[in-house]
């Protein structure tokens, strides 16, 4: 607990379901964003907006996953994951999720607290290829309340480029909003490094971000039909 204490989260990122990723990447660009695909293009069901530090964006659209894999996770008490993915999946389109990540390579300290809490959670080790080709690491943490964030370890290797410049200027994001109903506030406390970033208002969920300087709207840029 005193690691935890010493080394407290951040804000890791937020999604954004689309229903086509590829149209969703195009939109992106030619608002000025430079946008990476999470692993070959044509196969991927992801995009990152990365900055060079805070909060990133992941854009993606729904992978469905197949009868028997949810079958299997319902028998292995993955149940709460499923309800966690239906909930982003009755999103349809718009801002489903945020996330909280530890500056560390494993989440040992953060499974303690809940454990200590009485709290249920799941846990996962994940990976895939991204689009330079290196393979990508991360633990994750899904409680099984999904109106709480899930939390993920750092990266491994670290994929933020060192080094990005955005043609519309946007260097950040400066805030997240969210709303408080049903969001255990006081973990959030705990958990997470001060409240700069997270900005709570009424109502439940990730409601939109507020880019640094700019008051340009993600949800306005992908919401926009294409003539």
């Known amino acids: 607990m005193l690691r935890l204490m010493q080394n ?3 804000i890791s990122h937020v999604l954004y379901q ?9 939109k992106l660009r030619e608002a000025g ?9 044509v196969k991927a069901y992801n995009a990152m907006i990365w900055f060079e530090k805070g909060i990133f964006i992941e854009i993606y659209h729904d992978c469905k996953l197949p009868f028997y894999k949810k079958w299997m996770m319902g028998v292995l ?18 801002w489903s999720e945020w996330s909280l990540e530890s500056e560390a390579e494993h989440l040992n300290a953060e499974k303690e607290i809940f454990n200590q809490k009485n709290i249920s959670v799941k846990f996962h080790k994940a990976k895939r290829k991204d689009i330079h080709g290196r393979i990508l690491k991360w633990e994750l943490l899904m409680p099984d309340d999904f109106d709480f964030p899930f939390l993920m370890s750092a990266y491994i290797p670290n994929p933020r480029p060192k080094k990005i410049n955005h ?3 946007i260097t950040g994001i400066q805030n ?4 408080r109903e049903n969001l255990n506030t006081k973990l959030v406390d ?4 001060g409240q700069s970033e997270l900005k709570l208002v009424e109502g439940k969920g990730l409601k939109t971000i507020e880019m640094s300087g700019h008051e340009i709207k993600i949800e306005d840029i992908l919401q926009t039909q294409i003539l």
């Open 8 to 10: 407290k989260l951040q």
């Open 33 to 41: 964003f430079i946008v990476e695909y999470g692993s070959d293009p």
């Open 190 to 193: 705990e958990l997470l490094i």
């Open 77 to 94: 008490g993955y149940q709460s994951v499923l309800n966690r993915m239906k909930k982003w999946k009755n999103v349809g389109e718009g």
């Open 176 to 179: 997240i909003v969210v709303g």
């Open 18 to 26: 689309v229903k086509d990723l590829h149209i969703a990447v195009g």
């Open 167 to 169: 043609p519309n200027g």
